[in-house]
């Protein structure tokens, strides 16, 4: 046990203590003052050296052996039980008629103080053996920059969405958005992005085809693709061009965003990085910024998914037959 910061005496000042008043003769004041404790500090130590040896002459726990308001061990399980079906603290104290401080401290004490995925089933989370066996693909749509930098940087909502009316008299947004279209390779987090004027089936068939290429300069096949429901990857355009690329096409279910879970995560990186990562003049500069951006990405970023390794030395281990990578 550790010792007290302000104890007057270590274990071997105790045992010098004792023996001076067993061995040496000493009297219990004599050997106190010489110790600079007290007669009654120096008494304890000699009696529990008599009733327990050595043994007596170390720490002991100032815990109390008994708490009278210490929540009982079956009340403790009811409580883990409660918390397993997703109850929050508050709730839980007002179901026990407890004090919510009570219920927090001992969630948190049995480790259960966040809910996370406390109750709920376990993750299915998949990775495929081989580059190109399957591809995430998704849109982002960001805010065009115009005349500085946006409201996350100047907090002045408004500046950036002026309107005015077509010819047909309807009211259009002078500034409007660009869209993001990412994939990536599900085995090695491979990247590749390109910022369009939009979302439709012709445009995101083109975003296909030229991900393709690129992952083709990497020696990768792409066999598969997935992507949400949006109208552009339902379309009949978009499932043609699938087809003649010998490609299958998966879609996630309705309201499952996670599915596509590897695109999701990515894009949050992205934005952090690059979009919200510093302070553009024009969507111009922002998008110049991109490539650097991606290249540090796929070439130098240490991924937590990948054992802290880039994507592109993750694809470098897999082509490698002895598993090995540089």
């Not at 369009?196 to 290429?213: I, S």
């Not at 379309?235 to 490609?247: D, N, Y």
């Amino acid at each position: 046990m550790k010792l007290h910061a302000n104890a007057r005496l270590s274990v071997k000042g105790r045992e010098l203590l004792v023996d001076r008043v067993e061995n040496a003769g000493w009297s219990l004041a004599q050997a106190a003052e010489a110790a600079g404790v007290s007669d009654r500090t120096a008494g304890k130590w000699v009696g529990r050296y008599r009733a327990e040896g050595s043994a007596g002459l170390m720490d002991r726990s100032s815990a109390p052996a008994v708490v009278a308001n210490r929540t009982d061990e079956r009340r403790l399980e009811v409580i883990a039980a409660l918390r397993r079906l997703r109850m929050t603290g508050a709730e839980i104290a007002e179901c026990l008629q407890m004090a919510h401080s009570t219920i927090s401290g001992i969630l948190t004490k049995i480790g259960m103080g966040k809910l996370g995925r406390l109750g709920l089933e376990a993750a299915q989370r998949y990775e495929r053996a081989r580059p190109g066996e399957l591809i995430h693909i998704d849109v982002k749509k960001l805010g065009r920059i115009q005349s500085g930098a946006g409201h996350r940087i100047t907090a002045q909502r408004g500046r950036y969405t002026s309107r005015r009316r077509d010819a047909a008299g309807v009211r259009r947004s002078t500034v409007g958005w660009e869209y993001v279209h990412i994939a990536i390779d599900d085995a090695t987090r491979l990247a590749y992005v390109e910022v369009l004027a939009d979302e439709k089936a012709p445009t995101a068939v083109g975003f296909l085809r030229r991900a393709l290429k690129h992952y083709a300069t990497y020696g990768i096949t792409v066999k598969q693709l997935i992507t949400d429901n949006g109208g552009a990857y339902i379309s009949t355009v978009h499932a043609i061009a699938c087809r003649a690329l010998r490609i299958r096409h998966l879609r996630t279910r309705p309201y499952r965003p996670q599915t596509n879970g590897k695109a999701e995560r990515f894009i949050r990186t992205m934005l952090a990085g690059w979009a919200y990562g510093a302070i553009y003049r024009s969507s111009a500069e922002r998008n110049a910024a991109l490539t650097g951006w991606l290249d540090w990405y796929n070439t130098r970023r240490p991924h937590g998914a990948l054992s802290h390794k880039p994507p592109l030395a993750r694809l470098n281990e897999l082509n490698n037959l002895l598993g090995s990578y540089s």
